[in-house]
């Protein structure tokens, strides 16, 4: 934890290992899978983008839809509890592992702030080129988590987020976004964060991130 963030946690009257506290979250760790667990992330987006994609013939779709079906009967028998698969606490890869999350990687982690930089791809196409504009809430959302852990905050569940679209967010384009907390008030967490095409501003977001109270879910 920064000196700033532990002068915060102090004029809160919080325990130093408040940090710890989780509600009723779940403590999840982050895990090594093996080397398939990227390769199998890699296929289904590739999947993703396809499937959005594609005006196949119909003999060519059936054999798809076969394959589609024999994966998932092969994959059925090994679903486990949440927390429990590699997917969103794999943090070398992009995206965590997590299909929901778009495929960004995180260029900076700490107190000060965390910036991710990635792209928007063909599966979160909203129209005419553009992302969906409600991928955008997603990513920021997303951020703002990692940013309340890499400031040493409880764990916090969003409050609200309000997010300005300022130019169209394109696809395929490298892409950065990035925030950092604001201020503390008790268990609250402000937060601020841009999205950016070079120096052009996409979109920015505000939002509140809420301490969970022992217990709360």
Partial sequence: ???QAADVTRLD???????EHHGGFPKYEAVIPGPDWARFVDGMRALQDLAVSVDAPDDVLAQAADQVEKLAALLGPHVVPEGRSPAGRTI??????SLLMPP???????PDGVRSAGQFRRYHLGGNGAAHGGTLPLLFDDLMGMIVHAYGRPISRTAYLHVNYRA???LDTPLTVEGSVDRVEG???????????GDTLLADCEALMLELL???P
Avoid: C, N, V
């Fill in 92 to 97: 070398e890869l992009p995206g965590r592992g």
């Fill in 187 to 197: 268990r609250k967490t402000f937060i601020t964060a841009q999205l950016k095409h």
């Fill in 214 to 216: 022992p217990g709360q």
């Fill in 13 to 19: 009257g919080k325990r130093d290992d408040d940090y």
């Fill in 168 to 170: 169209i967010t394109p």
């Fill in 104 to 110: 960004w990687h995180i260029e900076r982690f700490g």
């Fill in 1 to 3: 934890m920064s000196e």
